[in-house]
C-alpha cells in the first residue's frame, strides 16, 4: 500500500499537538511502514533521511481571506490529481482541516483530535463556521476516522451522528521530554509549578488557575510558570488576571520554547497542574509524568480517560477545588512520591511505534475495502446545494447547544494519604 499524508504545520511554532505530531508521528509511521508519500509545506521533513517529500503550499500562507479562500478551493478541486499521479492506494490527514471534499476513489483517513470549535462557537466563531460548512461534511465523506480518545469518538457520534463502524481509536503519544537528560536549567528562580497547554484558549481555564494560585501563594513559596501560545484576542485577560491578583512577580508566562527549555522546566518542576475543561486527548499530563513530576488534572472530558490513576483530579469549574488538589499534594511528600511512581508507569504504556502501526493498519482496512468495493466515491458537487449547507449549520448548531455547560468524563478520584 502506497501511504499518502498530506500535512502542513505551522512554520512559525514550536510547542502544540502539530508541532508534537510532526516530530513523533511522521516519523514513526514512516518506520513502520516505508511505503509513503508525505504531502507538505514544511521543511522540517526534509531531515527525515529516506522520507519522500512533495512539496505543496497551503492556502494559508496566502497573504489575504480573499488570496486563502481561492487557494482552498483550488485545492479542493485539483488535489485528487496528486493522488492519482503518485499512485496513493489511500490518503491519511493526521488534522482533519487538512481534508478533502473529493479524492478522486482514494479512500482517506481523517484523524479527529476534538471538537473544540463546535462544543465552544463562541470562542471560535470563524473555525467553528468552517466546521460546519466544511470540515463535517469531509468527515462524514470519509470512509475511515481515526479519533485519539474514546471522548472524541463519543462527541464524533453524538454531535456529527458517524457510523460507529467508521470510527477507530487510537491513542496518542507524547513528546519524549524526559530523553532530554542534558536539558538545560529551566532559568526560573526557585520551586514552581508547571502548567503547559498548546495556547490561552478560555478553555485551557487559566483564568481559573491564576485565582487558585493567588489562594495558594500565601502558604506555598512556589512560583507559577505557564507555558502556551500567546492569543490577541485572549492573553490581555491573562495579563489583566494577574495585574489584579497581584502576582506579577510570582508567575511567569512563556511561549514558542524549544524542545530543550520545555523538557528542562518539565524536569525540575515541584507539581504539574492541568485543570483544562476540555480536550480530545492531552499531551502535558503525560510528558510530565514521564519526568516523574506528581500531577494535578482536570476530571473531565479525555483528561481520567489519558492519565488513569497516576494523577490527583480535581473539578475545573470549581477555583477551591484546584486549590485544595494543588495544596494537597503540595503539602504530601508520600503523596507526591506515589503520583511520581505511578505518572512515570502510566506514560511508559504510550508509545509512537504502537500509534503508528494502528494508524497504517486503518489506512490499510480502508484501501482494501475500496479495492473491494470496487466503486469510486461520489462527484464533489452530488447533493451539494446552499440549503443543504444551511440545514448542515442548522442542525449543528442545535446539536452543540446542550455542550455550552460542562460534563464530567466522571467524578474522578483522588488518592487519599495520611502521611505529611
Not at 502539530?18 to 508521528?25: D, F, G
Not at 489519558?306 to 483530579?313: L, M, Q, R, T
Request: aromatic share 8%; hydrophobic share 40%; with cysteine.
Amino acid at each position: 500500500m502506497r501511504l499518502g499524508i498530506k500535512f502542513c504545520p505551522p512554520a512559525d511554532r514550536v510547542g502544540g499537538s502539530q508541532h508534537t505530531q510532526a516530530a513523533n508521528l511522521i516519523r514513526a509511521i514512516h518506520s513502520v511502514h516505508p511505503d509513503l508519500l508525505l504531502f507538505s509545506s514544511s521543511q522540517r521533513f526534509a531531515e527525515m533521511d529516506g522520507l519522500p517529500l512533495e512539496p505543496i503550499r497551503t492556502p494559508m500562507t496566502r497573504p489575504t481571506v480573499a488570496g486563502k479562500a481561492a487557494a482552498y478551493l483550488r485545492e479542493q478541486a485539483t488535489f485528487w490529481r496528486r493522488l492519482r499521479v503518485k499512485r496513493c492506494d489511500a490518503l491519511l490527514c493526521p488534522f482533519n482541516n487538512e481534508g478533502l471534499l473529493y479524492t478522486g476513489g482514494v479512500p482517506q483517513v481523517l484523524i479527529v483530535r476534538d471538537l473544540i470549535p463546535l462544543v465552544f462557537p463562541e470562542h471560535f466563531p470563524v473555525t467553528s463556521w468552517l466546521w460546519r460548512l466544511v470540515f463535517s461534511r469531509a468527515i462524514r465523506k470519509a470512509p475511515a476516522i481515526i479519533t485519539v480518545s474514546e471522548h472524541t469518538r463519543a462527541d464524533l457520534l453524538r454531535i456529527l451522528h458517524v457510523p460507529p463502524g467508521r470510527v477507530t481509536v487510537v491513542p496518542n503519544s507524547f513528546h519524549p521530554v524526559a530523553g532530554y537528560l542534558a536539558a538545560t536549567p529551566p532559568g526560573e528562580p526557585g520551586p514552581y509549578i508547571l502548567y503547559v497547554s498548546s495556547s490561552h484558549y478560555p478553555h485551557k481555564n487559566i483564568l481559573r488557575l491564576l485565582a487558585a494560585y493567588a489562594r495558594l501563594s500565601k502558604a506555598f513559596p512556589h512560583r507559577l510558570v505557564i507555558v502556551g501560545h500567546a492569543s490577541a484576542r485572549f492573553t490581555p485577560a491573562l495579563h489583566a488576571a494577574i495585574e489584579r491578583l497581584d502576582l506579577s512577580r510570582s508567575v511567569a508566562l512563556r511561549s514558542n520554547l524549544p524542545d530543550e527549555a520545555l523538557a528542562g522546566l518539565y524536569q525540575h518542576a515541584a507539581l504539574f497542574v492541568y485543570p483544562t475543561l476540555y480536550e480530545g486527548f492531552g499531551m502535558p499530563p503525560l510528558e510530565a509524568m514521564s519526568c516523574g513530576v506528581p500531577v494535578v488534572a482536570s476530571n473531565r472530558t479525555s483528561i481520567p480517560e489519558v492519565c488513569g490513576e497516576a494523577a490527583y483530579y480535581v473539578d475545573p469549574y470549581r477555583v477551591g477545588d484546584i486549590h485544595d488538589g494543588m495544596a494537597e499534594v503540595l503539602g504530601n511528600s508520600g503523596l507526591r512520591a506515589r503520583l511520581a511512581a505511578l505518572g512515570v508507569e502510566r506514560a511508559g504504556q504510550f508509545d509512537w511505534r504502537r500509534t503508528a502501526a494502528s494508524i497504517v493498519e486503518v489506512c490499510r482496512r480502508a484501501a482494501a475495502e475500496t479495492v473491494e468495493a470496487g466503486r469510486p466515491e461520489r462527484d464533489l458537487s452530488e447533493g451539494v446545494s446552499s440549503h443543504t449547507a444551511g440545514e448542515q449549520a442548522r442542525h449543528l448548531d442545535r446539536e452543540v447547544v446542550s455542550q455550552r455547560e460542562p460534563w464530567a468524563a466522571g467524578p474522578g478520584w483522588r488518592v487519599k494519604s495520611t502521611e505529611k
